[in-house]
């Protein structure tokens, strides 16, 4: 199997916060997609537009995007847990749950990092053999699915990374029905006190708390298209 090692990780930097110190490495990036060649030709045209435009715009404009478009929001959140677990008790050990499994690796989170995010995620990914790398993403491709399809709504140039790590996977990406957007405030509103139940859910105390990454029978509708994700506009270190 063809290896993507240097692809993961290039694709979990074009997800990060793009900084002075990412936007510096960005032609690094750039020639390590091509070098290693692990995606479309397609795909790379797609990257290399994402990787221009984080280039050419305005640094604080190229930030600021980003604080709009990945923290400003659950449909586009990068935290995987957001997806499945929402704000329930669930989330906690199911953290705990990835944090073991990373340090059976030998990786160990740096502080402030949260385990579900998927800058993390690929990073781990990208520290395993082709064939269990490509099995692990394939146990999330319902969360890229609908990352993918919150980033195509909003017109992202971003919708290109999780196409391609969709592509990685074996799966193809497309659009999927997903919820609309609350309000901010509605997103952040504090759980009912004593009720045991947040707003996205919460479990009940004294029933199962199961931690796996499960399918969300409410994201799990047919596609409603196909999408090829030219990124909307011009626009992340192996």
């Not at 990780?9 to 490495?25: C, G, N, T």
């Not at 030709?41 to 994402?50: K, N, W, Y």
Request: charge should be negative; charged fraction near 20%; proline fraction near 9%.
């Amino acid at each position: 199997m063809k290896t993507f090692t240097k692809t993961l990780r290039v694709l979990a930097h074009l997800l990060s916060y793009p900084d002075a110190e990412l936007r510096a490495h960005l032609p690094e990036l750039r020639a390590a997609l091509h070098d290693e060649r692990a995606l479309g030709a397609s795909r790379l045209t797609e990257l290399d537009a994402l990787i221009s435009r984080l280039s050419n715009r305005r640094p604080l404009d190229v930030e600021s995007d980003h604080v709009e478009l990945f923290d400003r929001g659950r449909g586009t959140a990068l935290h995987l847990f957001e997806h499945v677990h929402g704000d329930s008790r669930d989330r906690g050990p199911a953290m705990v749950d990835l944090c073991q499994t990373y340090e059976a690796a030998g990786l160990f989170l740096a502080p402030g990092e949260l385990p579900d995010h998927l800058t993390v995620v690929l990073q781990y990914a990208s520290t395993q053999p082709p064939p269990q790398a490509k099995a692990f993403l394939g146990e999330i491709t319902h969360i890229l699915q609908v990352i993918f399809s919150a980033l195509l709504r909003r017109e992202a140039a971003h919708a290109c990374v999780l196409a391609a790590l969709l592509d990685l996977a074996g799966e193809k990406a497309q659009a999927v029905m997903v919820p609309p957007e609350p309000e901010l405030d509605e997103s952040w509103a504090e759980p009912m006190a004593f009720d045991g139940c947040s707003t996205q859910g919460q479990a009940r105390p004294g029933q199962p708390q199961p931690i796996q990454i499960v399918r969300n029978p409410a994201l799990a509708a047919p596609p409603v298209r196909s999408t090829p994700t030219q990124a909307p506009s011009q626009g992340a270190s192996a």
